[in-house]
């Protein structure tokens, strides 16, 4: 049964989508990376890709928890085609209306290359059948998904994935394996990979996928179900210590770089872990921590800054910025003791905002140097190495490790011992732990001094690394973009800390640093705001989640998963152990 | 009281440690309170010694000031009532509010460019801003209806927190669309027509004319707000909703489209405070909704949050106190540059409000599951 | 230790790994001997790489693409160097910020054959830029930093942020500053002025400048204030400013916050009678034309009447420049620092070419001695002038002018030069 209506409705949201990424110049800019050489570019990806998830909606149908989508390959496929169709004829209707309006005056990026990059650079009227026959092909694609096996759809699932991510790689692997010729043989000149690799790749994966089909699944349950001192723990922790220590010396200065940048994010990321994840306080204004312990370093050991000039030692001025960011803790974190969240929000921004101010006030001028900032800040003094910042990331990027582990491990005890506990408590109702005696004043100072002290850590290391501190690294979009880090990776969880760092700073970049991939840049927050909505909506509890807040965010499903009996992977039993 | 003010001020515990530290803590704000109006005086009384020794603005130009601030301060009002409407109901702050704010006034751009450019804008100037004041509204109504339909709708039951995340993505995706879509650069309006140029006088002093038309639209805005919660089946409705969700459901109400109202009536607000915007700083740049509407939300919870007049009466103090804190204040005080400090002045505001008085100037008007 | 079975296996990769590091492509034998900065050693068939490190995104970027733009025609302009072509690769984001442009100064010098960058676009990048390439023995020649604190204070001292290796074609803000504290009090004959920076180190530098040069001829500073990035309400500055009873205002900062100061200042009582000044910052038509009530107002910045000024390595003048500009991007350059990354390229170019030593088909370059030949650049004719480069890097032409907005038309105002200053000695 094909739903007209549907097809039409999905149809048109697809046009819509796809006329969007088209307007704001996206499908331009990354269409200047190609992925598959010469078939595949980046651009033409995201239009048609999201034509094709619309379509694989389409045709699934409204989707019943308790139901496998019972989808027939020729409904499927025509619901998706149509979908295809109207999507088609919607943008070519808009590309038709821009070329012959000029509205470049309030939109600018509606010009003419947006049309060629829409229509595979044919232009108006060709491309547009040609745009025509891409959009039915894929939205047939779309709609032929659902009707496939689980098994053949997780296999295209791992090829594109596989073969995306290779592409995209290229720099990193380019980096680790110095050889040009190996190289060459793997990449086309122009970026992307040659036809010939992505079609090995592809074969692979989907090899080595059956082979091991099954195994991969209980590995990752076994590490779930895991606890702390297992030996399959231990040896994975231990993989990932071995990791960090043999691949700076693998990668150049590029990647090293761009892993001290995560590796700072995700120090920020283990503080805000602690004060939002564990004590549940929402704390938008972290970035102030942050600052206190860069100009705080910087006004301690630079001999540029004015008036207190101490000129210490990094390492000597470490314990006292630890000290200034206990006492930032306790001050951000007195007033805002008795506030409901969402007061707590908004208060704590403002005090980030102020913080920001006042350091870069004519004012305070004479101690924090105001809009010239301070410069100068000399590296870290490590023995026989000698001073180590950022000329030299390879160094630099163990030290920010060391403290990443420091940091983890801090969060790790916390999170198991008695705080932690009532950090737990609080989070789950506050006046009944106070009920049950549990001191929630406590609780909280405890939470803002312990992400205090971690967020001037990174403080600390990012003043050395960049030689200089301004106000304009340390504004609110700092905040929010810890904020998702740490909500994507997964409130409450450490290795989920990690791993949404490397996703999103590492690929998408960070607020004031580019990710791997230089065309993201201009449309890196609005991926981190559509990512955010997207993981709000379907995943809250985030990629790698601690199964506690799993737990508590989808409550209501677990219990009806329970009680059908239906195996999820953990039955709510199960859990109750954790 | 609320049983968690109970709960911090029951003496009845039994740990003495607990004891002192609720007494640290108290004492801590209480500094704060003192330190708080220490300077106030101090300042205060810096500036009018300033003022008698000849040195500073001038009587005419603080009256040019307080003039300005109190039309800034009516347009954070009409945008607060969107974010203390929607608190009120749903129980969190839109932090896309600002940008439903931002997106009336960037299409209400266009269609001003549009009139300018065919002579209408100068020609017949209040049929001209009628439209940029339909434009905006509309503009601002879809998109706060959208968002309400895509991002929070599915999330109603939710943990306070999560819709509360959702809405900063909102926010952060629908600023970088509209920097995809018009630029990144600013977007002037053209000149406000030769008549609201003019100084007019009310009782005396002399008022530029957008600045009156901001305030007078103000009014007719909340007069028309009032009357549509106080006497309309429709604002009757939303107070149901905002009161109890689930017996207003049950009382047959259509809690689902009482919540798409409410967010329509905010976003038209925030429309029309758009127009106010327009009208008084011209210009418009993707991030303009995001500080103001950082504001506004610091107006709503001054004034008490779901608290409509209140949202307004907190609108207007913060410009008070944004606007003329510094140079009333800080200057006293001898600090430089003071104008630096406007926003440090705004966050210090809520920040001591919430401190003095949580529940805000005229009180809060919560659901009941807030107030829980 | 290794019955583990995950243990081995993890074993076995890392020392995959390892060898798959150590065997890279090694590098070629040379007769050459470089200098103790290296060299760089190009091929047949390679290309010289030079890079470009502007501002391409965000608010600023009206100020960095015009300049990346710049540097790639001036490339095509000059043509190949002894047979090789000259690239400069995928221009790169310094997001006017110190962090932005320590990263990408990570990229370049991570890349062995890149020769010399052109940038950056905004002071505080080259900061944190500048180490590192200093370090790497690379050059960089920007074409709108202005800090003085890059070069020196003009009078012998380096300044606290000069790196060997750094120079710029721009000028030095000490000038900038001086030139328009000698326009207000000595042709305009203001006795008190207001000063208004926003929070950048270029404009409060520029601020401070100005002060420094005006209170030693003799003039007072009525206020020194700031009106914050993003502000759009400017009543309070405003009022701040006119409460002080100024008779000119010099504010050098940039579009969005000087519109909502052109466009308020009719509201507070005083500011009738004001001098108006501004800076490079708002030199461009998005300003001057978009921006009624920005007529009257003064513009200090380098002195963009290139007339007939002719590049003398691409034998290219302003007009000819504009027009292929023009032809290229259907647009005018956003900002006038377009001339100066012309030129600052083809400065580059030239001392590449000269100090190149050519070994058949393959070219080295010594670094140490293409820093030694920029050093002693003298006489160079480009399209902001003549260039000639001092101990610490500055080699703007230095030549500063005063125009006035009359008309709102951009073409008009920058022909109408009101004040002309080049400091002595």
């Keep these: ?578 | 009281m609320l049983p968690r003010q109970v709960a911090a001020n029951s003496t009845t515990t039994t740990s003495r440690t607990r004891r002192f530290r609720f007494n640290w803590v108290d004492g801590f704000l209480w500094f704060i309170r003192v330190a708080a109006i220490i300077t106030i005086v101090v300042g205060l009384t810096g500036t009018i010694q300033n003022f008698m020794a000849g040195q500073g603005p001038s009587v005419e130009q603080w009256r040019d000031l307080f003039v300005s601030s109190i039309s800034t301060g009516a347009m954070y009002g009409l945008v607060a009532l969107g974010y203390s409407m929607v608190y009120g109901v749903l129980g969190f702050i839109n932090f896309a509010h600002g940008e439903v704010f931002m997106a009336g006034i960037m299409v209400g751009w266009i269609a001003a460019t549009i009139m300018f450019q065919n002579g209408l804008w100068d020609g017949n100037p209040f049929l001209a801003l009628a439209i940029v004041l339909v434009v905006a509204m509309v503009t601002s109504t879809l998109i706060a209806v959208l968002t309400e339909k895509i991002a929070y709708r599915p999330l109603r039951g939710s943990p306070r927190l999560i819709p509360l995340i959702t809405s900063i993505g909102v926010s952060f995706f629908l600023q970088y669309a509209f920097a995809g879509l018009f630029g990144v650069g600013l977007q002037t309006y053209p000149p406000p027509p030769g008549i609201l140029s003019r100084d007019i006088n009310v009782f005396g002093v002399p008022i530029e004319g957008t600045k009156l038309l901001v305030i007078l639209v103000a009014i007719l805005a909340m007069i028309a707000l009032w009357y549509f919660v106080a006497k309309t089946k429709t604002g009757r409705a939303m107070r149901a909703v905002a009161e109890d969700k689930e017996i207003a459901g049950l009382m047959g109400i259509n809690v689902d489209r009482t919540i798409i109202t409410t967010f329509a009536v905010g976003g038209a607000m925030a429309g029309v405070g758009g127009l106010l915007w327009a009208l008084l700083f011209r210009n418009v740049q993707f991030i303009t909704g995001f500080l103001p509407g950082i504001k506004a939300f610091t107006a709503a919870v001054l004034g008490g949050i779901g608290n409509l007049p209140g949202a307004m009466l907190g609108g207007v103090l913060l410009g008070l106190f944004e606007g003329m804190g510094p140079l009333l204040v800080l200057d006293g005080l001898g600090i430089p540059a003071v104008s630096q400090l406007k926003d440090a002045v705004a966050f210090s505001a809520l920040i001591l409000v919430l401190v003095f008085r949580p529940s805000g100037l005229l009180g809060e008007r919560l659901g009941s599951e807030e107030r829980a | 230790m290794f019955k583990n079975k995950s243990t081995r296996l993890v074993a076995a990769l890392s020392a995959l790994a390892l060898v798959v590091a150590a065997c890279g492509d090694g590098g070629g034998g040379e007769d050459f001997e470089a200098g103790e900065l290296g060299a760089v050693t190009v091929e047949s068939g390679e290309s010289i790489q030079i890079r470009s490190l502007q501002v391409l995104t965000g608010p600023d970027a009206t100020l960095g693409i015009p300049e990346d733009r710049a540097v790639r025609l001036a490339v095509a302009d000059y043509g190949q160097i002894h047979g090789h072509d000259v690239e400069v690769g995928t221009g790169l984001d310094d997001l006017c910020s110190a962090d932005g442009g320590q990263a990408a100064a990570q990229t370049i010098v991570a890349d062995d054959q890149v020769v010399g960058v052109i940038g950056t676009s905004c002071s505080g990048a080259a900061t944190a830029a500048m180490p590192l390439i200093s370090d790497d023995g690379m050059v960089m020649i920007s074409g709108s930093n202005t800090s003085p604190a890059l070069t020196s204070d003009l009078a012998g001292t380096a300044g606290s942020d000069y790196h060997e290796g750094y120079y710029r074609t721009a000028h030095n803000d000490l000038i900038q500053g001086a030139a328009a504290a000698n326009f207000m009090f000595g042709e305009l004959g203001l006795m008190n002025v207001a000063l208004i920076h926003d929070g950048d180190p270029y404009t409060q530098g520029l601020t401070t400048a100005f002060e420094n040069a005006f209170i030693e001829l003799g003039g007072t500073i009525t206020v020194h204030t700031s009106i914050p990035k993003g502000t759009t309400d400017a009543a309070g500055v405003l009022t701040e400013v006119a409460g002080s009873s100024p008779e000119g205002v010099f504010m050098p900062i940039f579009i969005a916050e000087a519109t909502a100061i052109a466009q308020q200042k009719g509201n507070v009582a005083g500011l009738e009678d004001v001098v108006f000044m501004g800076a490079d910052g708002i030199l461009s038509p998005a300003f001057i034309e978009d921006v009624p009530e920005s007529a009257g107002f003064y513009f200090s910045g380098p002195d963009v009447r290139f007339g007939e000024n002719t590049n003398e390595a691409t034998e290219v003048n302003a007009q000819e420049f504009l027009d292929a500009y023009e032809a290229e991007h259907n647009e005018a350059p956003t900002a006038p620092f377009w001339a100066h990354a012309y030129d600052a390229t083809t400065l580059l170019l030239q001392a590449v070419e000269s100090v190149a030593v050519v070994d058949g088909d393959t070219v080295h370059i010594d670094r140490q001695a293409l820093r030694d030949e920029l050093d002693s650049v003298s006489g160079f004719a480009g399209i902001i002038g003549t260039l000639n480069c001092d101990e610490f890097g500055d080699c703007g032409a230095a030549a500063i002018t005063v125009i006035q907005n009359t008309d709102n038309v951009y073409a008009n105002a920058t022909e109408n030069v009101v004040f002309s200053y080049v400091p002595e000695g």
Aim: neutral net charge; aromatic residues 8%; without cysteine.
């Design chain 1, 1 to 578: 049964m094909i739903e007209m209506r549907r097809v039409l409705r999905l149809g048109l949201l697809a046009g819509v989508s796809m006329s969007f990424l088209g307007s704001i110049g996206m499908v331009e800019t990354f269409n200047e990376r190609t992925l598959i050489d010469p078939i595949l570019r980046m651009g033409d990806l995201f239009f048609y890709g999201t034509l094709l998830t619309i379509a694989y909606f389409a045709a699934r149908g409204e989707v019943n928890v308790l139901e496998q989508p019972e989808v027939e390959m020729g409904t499927g496929t025509l619901t998706g085609a149509g979908v295809g169709l109207v999507a088609a004829a919607f943008t070519s209707a808009f590309l038709v209306l821009i070329d012959s309006v000029n509205v470049l005056e309030f939109f600018p990026n509606m010009d003419q290359s947006m049309i060629q990059s829409l229509t595979f650079e044919q232009g108006i009227p060709i491309g547009l059948l040609l745009l025509g026959a891409a959009s039915v092909v894929a939205g047939a694609l779309g709609g032929l998904l659902p009707a496939l096996s689980d098994r053949t759809r997780k296999s295209i699932w791992l090829v594109s994935g596989w073969v995306i991510s290779i592409s995209l790689l290229e720099v990193v692997v380019a980096d680790i394996v110095e050889s040009r010729t190996v190289i060459r043989a793997i990449y086309a000149p122009g970026g992307g990979l040659r036809l010939w690799s992505a079609a090995a790749i592809a074969v692979l994966v989907v090899v080595l996928s059956r082979r091991y089909e099954g195994r991969f699944g209980s590995f990752t349950t076994r590490v779930r179900e895991s606890d702390a001192k297992s030996r399959l723990r231990r040896s994975l922790i231990a993989l990932a210590v071995f990791a960090a220590i043999v691949l700076p010396m693998l990668l150049g200065g590029i990647l090293n770089e761009l892993l001290i940048n995560v590796s700072l994010f995700i120090l920020m990321g283990l503080g805000l872990n602690i004060v939002v994840g564990l004590a549940g306080l929402l704390d938008l204004g972290y970035v102030a921590f942050f600052a206190v312990g860069a100009y705080g370093t910087a006004v301690l050991t630079s001999p540029l800054s004015p008036t207190v000039s101490p000129e210490l030692n990094w390492w000597v001025a470490l314990p006292v910025v630890l000290i200034l960011a206990t006492l930032a803790g306790l001050l951000v974190g007195t007033p805002v003791i008795r506030m409901r969240g969402d007061y707590l929000a908004i208060v704590t921004l403002g005090f980030g905002e102020i913080v920001r101010i006042l350091l870069l006030s004519d004012w305070l001028t004479p101690i924090f140097g105001g809009s010239q900032g301070i410069r100068r800040i000399p590296g870290v003094q490590v023995p026989f190495l000698g001073e180590v910042g950022g000329t030299r990331p390879e160094l630099f990027v163990y030290l920010t490790t060391i403290f990443v582990l420091i940091a983890a491990y801090i969060s790790y005890r916390a999170q198991n011992s008695r705080v932690g506990r009532s950090w737990a408590a609080m989070r789950e109702d506050e006046d009944v732990a106070e009920a049950i005696g549990i001191s929630t004043v406590r609780a909280k100072l405890l939470a803002f001094i312990t992400g205090a002290i971690v967020a001037s850590f990174a403080g600390a290391l990012f003043a050395a690394k960049v030689g200089a501190v301004f106000t304009n690294s340390f504004d609110v979009l700092v905040s929010i973009i810890i904020l998702v880090v740490v909500i994507v990776g997964g409130m409450g969880s450490i290795p989920g800390v990690v791993v949404g760092a490397f996703v999103l700073i590492g690929v998408l970049g960070g607020p004031k640093s580019p990710g791997l991939l230089q065309e993201f840049a201009e449309y890196k927050l609005l991926f981190y705001g559509a990512i955010l909505v997207v993981m709000m909506l379907k995943k809250p509890e985030g990629l790698l989640p601690s199964v506690r807040r799993s737990r508590e965010l989808h409550q209501d499903e677990m219990s009806q998963d329970a009680w059908l009996d239906r195996d999820t992977g953990h039955v709510l039993e199960d859990r109750l152990e954790t």
